[in-house]
Protein backbone atom coordinates (compact mmCIF):
# COMPACT_ATOMS: atom_id res chain seq x y z
CA UNK A 1 0.00 0.00 0.00
CA UNK A 2 2.57 2.52 0.79
CA UNK A 3 4.48 1.99 -2.58
CA UNK A 4 0.60 2.48 -4.25
CA UNK A 5 0.77 5.56 -2.46
CA UNK A 6 3.98 7.15 -3.34
CA UNK A 7 3.20 6.23 -6.88
CA UNK A 8 -0.30 7.88 -6.99
CA UNK A 9 1.82 11.46 -4.84
CA UNK A 10 4.64 11.34 -7.73
CA UNK A 11 2.33 11.16 -10.62
CA UNK A 12 -0.19 13.43 -9.39
CA UNK A 13 3.09 16.06 -8.59
CA UNK A 14 4.37 15.56 -12.62
CA UNK A 15 0.47 16.22 -13.49
CA UNK A 16 0.48 19.53 -11.62
CA UNK A 17 4.01 20.22 -13.10
CA UNK A 18 3.20 19.39 -16.54
CA UNK A 19 1.16 23.01 -17.34
CA UNK A 20 3.48 24.76 -15.99
CA UNK A 21 6.13 23.10 -18.04
CA UNK A 22 4.07 24.31 -20.71
CA UNK A 23 3.99 27.73 -19.67
CA UNK A 24 7.38 28.04 -19.46
CA UNK A 25 8.13 26.66 -23.16
CA UNK A 26 5.43 29.04 -24.51
CA UNK A 27 7.89 31.97 -23.05
CA UNK A 28 7.70 34.28 -25.85
CA UNK A 29 10.06 37.30 -26.50
CA UNK A 30 9.38 40.30 -27.60
CA UNK A 31 6.28 42.54 -28.71
CA UNK A 32 2.61 41.89 -29.52
CA UNK A 33 0.54 43.72 -31.64
CA UNK A 34 -0.14 46.84 -29.74
CA UNK A 35 2.49 47.28 -27.56
CA UNK A 36 4.94 50.36 -27.70
CA UNK A 37 8.44 50.42 -27.65
CA UNK A 38 10.97 53.25 -26.44
CA UNK A 39 14.93 53.18 -26.92
CA UNK A 40 17.73 55.03 -26.13
CA UNK A 41 21.07 54.34 -28.16
CA UNK A 42 24.22 56.85 -28.50
CA UNK A 43 27.50 56.53 -31.03
CA UNK A 44 30.55 58.51 -30.74
CA UNK A 45 33.75 59.04 -31.92
CA UNK A 46 37.39 60.71 -31.53
CA UNK A 47 40.92 61.01 -32.55
CA UNK A 48 43.99 59.50 -30.59
CA UNK A 49 44.35 62.66 -28.88
CA UNK A 50 41.01 63.30 -27.50
CA UNK A 51 40.67 65.87 -30.29
CA UNK A 52 38.23 66.62 -33.20
CA UNK A 53 35.46 64.36 -31.10
CA UNK A 54 31.72 63.83 -31.84
CA UNK A 55 29.31 61.92 -29.80
CA UNK A 56 25.35 61.76 -29.98
CA UNK A 57 21.99 60.19 -28.39
CA UNK A 58 18.99 59.15 -30.03
CA UNK A 59 15.69 58.44 -28.68
CA UNK A 60 12.78 56.76 -30.51
CA UNK A 61 9.25 56.18 -29.46
CA UNK A 62 7.36 52.92 -31.69
CA UNK A 63 4.41 51.20 -31.93
CA UNK A 64 3.53 47.88 -33.28
CA UNK A 65 0.91 47.04 -35.67
CA UNK A 66 1.56 43.58 -35.52
CA UNK A 67 3.82 41.08 -34.22
CA UNK A 68 6.58 42.35 -36.70
CA UNK A 69 6.01 45.97 -37.80
CA UNK A 70 6.25 48.70 -35.60
CA UNK A 71 6.00 52.61 -37.06
CA UNK A 72 7.91 55.24 -35.25
CA UNK A 73 9.62 58.72 -34.17
CA UNK A 74 13.01 58.86 -33.72
CA UNK A 75 14.95 62.25 -32.61
CA UNK A 76 18.90 62.47 -32.24
CA UNK A 77 20.88 64.99 -30.85
CA UNK A 78 24.55 65.70 -31.96
CA UNK A 79 27.25 67.48 -30.73
CA UNK A 80 31.01 67.81 -32.42
CA UNK A 81 34.28 69.29 -31.02
CA UNK A 82 36.28 70.02 -34.07
CA UNK A 83 39.87 71.93 -33.66
CA UNK A 84 41.61 72.90 -36.82
CA UNK A 85 44.66 74.67 -36.89
CA UNK A 86 43.68 77.55 -36.06
CA UNK A 87 40.31 77.41 -34.77
CA UNK A 88 38.01 74.96 -32.59
CA UNK A 89 34.66 74.85 -33.23
CA UNK A 90 31.96 73.27 -31.91
CA UNK A 91 28.51 72.39 -33.60
CA UNK A 92 24.84 71.04 -32.57
CA UNK A 93 22.80 69.57 -34.41
CA UNK A 94 20.06 66.98 -34.42
CA UNK A 95 17.72 65.31 -36.39
CA UNK A 96 13.77 63.90 -36.45
CA UNK A 97 12.38 61.30 -38.29
CA UNK A 98 9.73 58.95 -39.15
CA UNK A 99 10.44 55.39 -39.09
CA UNK A 100 9.04 51.61 -39.99
CA UNK A 101 10.51 48.31 -39.31
CA UNK A 102 10.25 44.69 -40.18
CA UNK A 103 11.20 42.57 -37.55
CA UNK A 104 11.92 38.65 -38.98
CA UNK A 105 11.68 35.77 -36.31
CA UNK A 106 10.12 35.60 -32.97
CA UNK A 107 13.51 34.20 -31.06
CA UNK A 108 15.59 36.65 -28.27
CA UNK A 109 17.24 37.81 -31.67
CA UNK A 110 15.36 39.69 -34.12
CA UNK A 111 16.95 41.38 -36.98
CA UNK A 112 15.42 43.98 -38.98
CA UNK A 113 15.25 45.88 -41.43
CA UNK A 114 13.25 49.44 -42.52
CA UNK A 115 13.35 52.77 -43.50
CA UNK A 116 12.99 56.17 -42.45
CA UNK A 117 11.94 59.58 -43.73
CA UNK A 118 12.37 63.67 -41.44
CA UNK A 119 14.64 66.40 -41.55
CA UNK A 120 18.17 67.48 -40.24
CA UNK A 121 19.32 71.03 -38.87
CA UNK A 122 21.77 72.52 -36.56
CA UNK A 123 24.88 74.11 -36.51
CA UNK A 124 27.73 73.08 -39.81
CA UNK A 125 24.65 71.10 -41.82
CA UNK A 126 22.72 72.00 -44.55
CA UNK A 127 18.94 72.23 -43.10
CA UNK A 128 17.44 69.62 -45.39
CA UNK A 129 15.25 66.34 -45.72
CA UNK A 130 16.53 62.98 -45.64
CA UNK A 131 15.62 59.41 -46.32
CA UNK A 132 17.38 56.16 -45.09
CA UNK A 133 17.83 52.78 -45.36
CA UNK A 134 18.19 50.83 -42.23
CA UNK A 135 19.40 47.23 -41.00
CA UNK A 136 19.76 46.13 -37.33
CA UNK A 137 19.28 43.20 -34.75
CA UNK A 138 17.33 43.42 -31.44
CA UNK A 139 18.71 40.99 -28.82
CA UNK A 140 16.20 40.24 -26.16
CA UNK A 141 18.22 39.58 -22.64
CA UNK A 142 14.69 39.81 -20.92
CA UNK A 143 11.09 39.29 -22.10
CA UNK A 144 10.76 42.75 -22.97
CA UNK A 145 14.13 44.07 -22.79
CA UNK A 146 16.56 44.24 -25.76
CA UNK A 147 19.79 45.24 -26.56
CA UNK A 148 20.12 46.79 -30.08
CA UNK A 149 22.58 47.83 -33.41
CA UNK A 150 21.46 49.34 -36.09
CA UNK A 151 23.14 51.31 -39.14
CA UNK A 152 21.10 54.02 -41.42
CA UNK A 153 22.31 54.57 -44.78
CA UNK A 154 20.77 58.14 -45.16
CA UNK A 155 20.55 60.17 -48.44
CA UNK A 156 19.76 63.79 -47.74
CA UNK A 157 17.61 66.35 -50.58
CA UNK A 158 15.83 69.37 -50.69
CA UNK A 159 13.51 68.23 -53.25
CA UNK A 160 12.08 64.97 -55.17
CA UNK A 161 14.37 65.59 -57.64
CA UNK A 162 17.51 65.45 -55.59
CA UNK A 163 16.56 62.33 -54.12
CA UNK A 164 17.38 60.64 -57.04
CA UNK A 165 20.84 62.74 -57.83
CA UNK A 166 21.76 62.14 -54.32
CA UNK A 167 21.39 58.45 -53.18
CA UNK A 168 25.23 57.89 -54.22
CA UNK A 169 26.38 61.28 -51.84
CA UNK A 170 24.58 59.76 -48.67
CA UNK A 171 26.58 59.09 -44.94
CA UNK A 172 26.09 56.20 -42.98
CA UNK A 173 24.44 56.43 -39.20
CA UNK A 174 25.56 53.77 -35.98
CA UNK A 175 23.87 53.66 -32.79
CA UNK A 176 24.06 51.01 -29.96
CA UNK A 177 21.30 51.06 -27.39
CA UNK A 178 19.31 49.17 -25.45
CA UNK A 179 14.91 49.15 -25.63
CA UNK A 180 12.09 47.89 -23.66
CA UNK A 181 8.72 47.31 -25.32
CA UNK A 182 5.53 47.95 -23.05
Do not use: C
Amino acid sequence: MKYFNQKILTLSLLAAAVPGLALAAERTYGPDSGDREFSLSGTGSSAKDGDNSNFGVTGELGWFTSDNMVWGIRQSVNFADIEGENTKNDYWNGSTRLYTDYHFGSNKARPFIGASLGGIYGDGVNDTGFAGLEIGLKYYVLENTYILGRGEYQFFFESGSDANDNFDDGAWAYAVGIGYNF
